[in-house]
């Protein structure tokens, strides 16, 4: 179990779960106070746990036994489903810099998912980014595999999502490349 890495949350759920590089952790674990208290809230109890690995993911329907990849960030494995690889790649690219309030000059990057947000420094992130560049392509084959998988188990249901008639045009677009 790596000790870097810290997942903060309070009892109470006023915020989201947090998974910290140790360095950050206990100005995040202040502002995240401060935060609540100037919402009117009290936090009772903040868990700061050990972790090593976070299924990162985003909200909406999902797959049992979906593809996903794996990238090792300083001892923490972020796993990422396949189908949501593109978009999560995405934010991070576009991850706005961020200042603690405590210490102005260390700087900071904070990628909200459906649960849980991670929160990197500025070498992280970076590093973040080259190991997803590496993966990109076999996270987009593996996802049109389970695209077309989630396609075939909505045949027959009377109301199908914007998403679901997106996905089907993007297998059809597939099927001629197997």
Not at 42 to 52: A, K
Not at 69 to 97: H, N, W
Request: charged content about 25%; aromatic content about 10%; overall charge negative.
């Amino acid at each position: 179990m790596s000790t870097k890495w810290k997942w903060l949350t309070d009892e109470t759920w006023h915020w989201k779960g947090h998974v910290v590089d140790d360095v950050l952790a206990h100005d995040i674990q202040m502002e995240l106070f401060d935060r609540a208290f100037e919402a009117g809230h009290s936090p009772t109890f903040v868990m700061v746990d050990q972790t090593d690995y976070v299924y990162f993911d985003m909200p909406g329907m999902c797959l049992i036994e979906r593809a996903h990849r794996d990238i090792d960030l300083d001892g923490l494995t972020i796993r990422i489903p396949s189908q949501d690889f593109e978009d999560i790649y995405a934010q991070v690219k576009l991850l706005p810099e961020r200042t603690l309030l405590a210490n102005p000059d260390l700087k900071y990057y904070k990628l909200h998912g459906w649960r849980f947000c991670i929160v990197l420094l500025a070498s992280q992130r970076d590093a973040l980014i080259e190991a997803m560049e590496a993966q990109r392509a076999a996270a987009e084959v593996e996802a049109a595999v389970d695209n077309g998988r989630f396609v075939k188990g909505l045949e027959g249901l009377p109301v199908v999502s914007a998403r679901a008639e997106m996905l089907k045009k993007a297998a059809a677009g597939n099927e001629g490349a197997n």
